[in-house]
């Protein structure tokens, strides 16, 4: 008889199954760049994640800094175009030179350039910390956003089971 097998822990530094992304910073096949596909798994093993491409059955194992995740987003505080805010976009790119996301906006049918401090990520969003003064061992660090908190534009990250910080939403990366 086997002893029962317990769960794995639950993972806070993992991207979940079904997340849309692309691809950037492949140096080896940088003709893959800006493809899209879809994570089926991580294999901690490997420490990559198994994408589907869009329009095909192939897949590959790519690191997590090598993927954009594009998720839904909701603006804020934008005040040189108050009327974005308040508005739900998608990201579909990052733009490293000028360290904004594009962000698609549905019902404005446009695509707007933002800081990441004008973006609110959905609470479950699994992000990089990036640009952490105070406490800079916690960069590159994964986490999952637990919550944001409007007056001070922070959220709530977990890294593990035991530990949850609060960063500004700037730090914060997908």
Known sequence: QFPPQKP???RYDVIPPRTVISL????NSPERNGDQGVIQEYNPIK???RVQFEDSQETMYIKASNMLQHVHVRI???KSQPELNGKTGTIITWLPAKER????????KK??????????LDTGTVGQIDGLKSKPELN?????IKGWIRDSNKYDVQLSQQQVIRIKAEYMRV
């Not at 950037?24 to 140096?27: E, P």
């Not at 996301?101 to 404005?108: A, D, F």
């Open 111 to 120: 695509v707007v350039s933002l800081r990441p401090a004008n973006v609110v």
């Open 140 to 144: 590159g660090k994964w986490g999952t």
């Open 47 to 49: 420490e990559r994640y």
């Open 8 to 10: 794995p822990p639950q």
């Open 76 to 78: 804020h505080d934008v």
């Open 101 to 108: 996301y594009n962000i698609h906006v549905s019902v404005l």
């Open 24 to 27: 950037k910073g492949l140096v």
